[in-house]
């Protein structure tokens, strides 16, 4: 805690709250918090001051003074990035651009660390932490919504490309679920015949590992060359979409890399059922088929979701890549903001993939509790 109030200081000290430009095309220049709302530096100072004071103070009551007062700093610098923004459009030149600087970055991730951290200490329970998590984004997500951002570079950038981040969202989200649909279909029931045959487990996880292992920019190039000539020997494939490039190869190897995650999730949740649960229930007269479905699935069931949780935010992840041939998805705005070196486009690829896989984490870690919590009762 004391090294992110120290980092909260050098960060409030040395680096830029906004960058200012004058167009889309120049750099611009670095402006301090204290320079647009003309205050004395020192009395940034204050913040930490408040979160050193209430950490040295006993018992949980500091605690959620500290998540209240954090929670606030975060919303205040939520609100005067974009009110920053405003404040030089009004002076500046309609063409003029206000991005976020690294100084806000980081106050902005310091504080979510520390909302986070005492959080953490101050509830065991999962269900409480995932709610008190949630209820920090609530004004932020209201902000942007009231169009108090709207002045900031990025979301002159979204307005200005609606369309095509439209689009792919769409795109990234067929990618999404185009993925963990056969993945399922295929995953678990190669995890339930590994479990049932635990010789053969060696050799399956061998040849998934060694899918595992291949970059994915190399799995999609090896993909182009059999799905291109697949399609020059049977030209009606074409119709239905498939080629050496575009969503095809993408989806496969997607995929191929989501398999291995979810045959040892389903192969390690079938294997904690503890056996004196299984007689139990074979005593009641369960059959074989009922202790299946009603015993042994509910219980892997969370070891499960855990397994197929990582894979969902790793397909997130992975998907921006596969724009790389075509697949489209919010890579495609990724590698356009690179190769016309505009950063805020690259920005308005990368932030809906990051929000995208913290809300799918989220999701399954509701779930998660949900189920342990059934489970306890």
């Known amino acids: 805690m004391v090294l992110l109030l120290v980092l909260i200081a050098l960060t409030a000290a040395i680096l830029p709250f906004v960058n200012y430009a004058p167009n889309r095309l120049v750099s611009g220049e670095s402006r301090q918090?204290?320079?647009i709302w003309a205050f004395p530096p020192a009395l940034l100072l204050?913040?930490?001051a408040v979160l050193v004071g209430l950490c040295l103070l006993p018992g949980r009551a500091p605690l959620a003074l500290t998540l209240i007062f954090t929670q606030l700093l975060f919303i205040a610098l939520f609100w005067s990035g974009g009110k920053s923004a405003s404040l030089l459009a009004q002076s500046g030149s309609p063409l003029a651009r206000t991005s976020p600087g690294s100084g806000l970055w980081l106050w902005l991730a310091v504080a979510l660390l520390?909302?986070?951290?005492?959080?953490?200490?101050?509830?065991?329970?999962?269900?409480?932490?995932w709610l008190l998590n949630a209820q920090i984004w609530i004004l932020p997500?209201?902000?942007?919504?009231s169009g108090e951002l709207n002045s900031l570079s990025l979301m002159k950038e979204y307005f200005?490309?609606?369309?095509?981040?439209?689009?792919?969202?769409?795109?990234?989200?067929?990618l999404l679920f185009g993925t963990l649909l056969p993945g399922l279909l295929l995953g678990v029931p190669l995890g339930l015949w590994c479990w049932r045959h635990q010789g053969r487990q060696t050799r399956v996880f061998t040849a998934l590992n060694i899918i595992q292992t291949i970059p994915s920019v190399a799995l999609f190039g090896l993909l182009i060359a059999p799905l291109a000539g697949l399609v020059r020997h049977f030209p009606w494939l074409?119709?239905?979409?498939?080629?050496?490039t575009g969503l095809t190869p993408a989806l496969i190897a997607l995929v191929l890399y989501a398999l291995l995650p979810l045959v040892r999730g389903v192969v390690a949740g079938m294997q904690q059922v503890a056996a004196d649960v299984l007689e139990s229930a074979a005593a009641m007269g369960m059959s074989r088929a009922q202790r299946f479905w009603k015993v042994q699935l509910p219980l892997a069931l969370p070891v499960l979701l855990r397994s197929l949780r990582?894979?969902?935010?790793?397909?997130?992840?992975?998907?921006?890549v596969a724009a790389l041939i075509g697949a489209g998805g919010f890579g495609s705005l990724v590698f356009q903001?690179?190769?016309?070196?505009?950063?805020?486009?690259?920005?308005?690829?990368?932030?809906?993939?990051?929000?995208?896989?913290?809300v799918v984490d989220a999701l399954f870690s509701l779930w998660i509790a949900l189920l342990e919590g059934e489970a306890h009762d």
Not at 114 to 129: A, E, F, K, M, Y
Not at 141 to 145: E, F, G, T
Not at 163 to 170: E, H, I, M, N, T
């Open 46 to 48: 204050i913040v930490p």
């Open 141 to 145: 997500v209201a902000l942007l919504w």
């Open 238 to 244: 074409s119709n239905w979409g498939i080629g050496g």
């Open 33 to 35: 918090l204290w320079d």
């Open 114 to 129: 520390i909302c986070s951290d005492v959080i953490r200490r101050l509830t065991p329970g999962s269900l409480w932490r």
């Open 337 to 358: 903001g690179l190769l016309s070196s505009a950063l805020d486009l690259v920005l308005l690829g990368v932030i809906p993939v990051i929000a995208l896989a913290v």
């Open 160 to 174: 200005n490309r609606q369309d095509v981040f439209d689009s792919a969202l769409q795109q990234h989200l067929i």
């Open 310 to 320: 990582v894979v969902t935010v790793q397909t997130v992840g992975m998907a921006v």
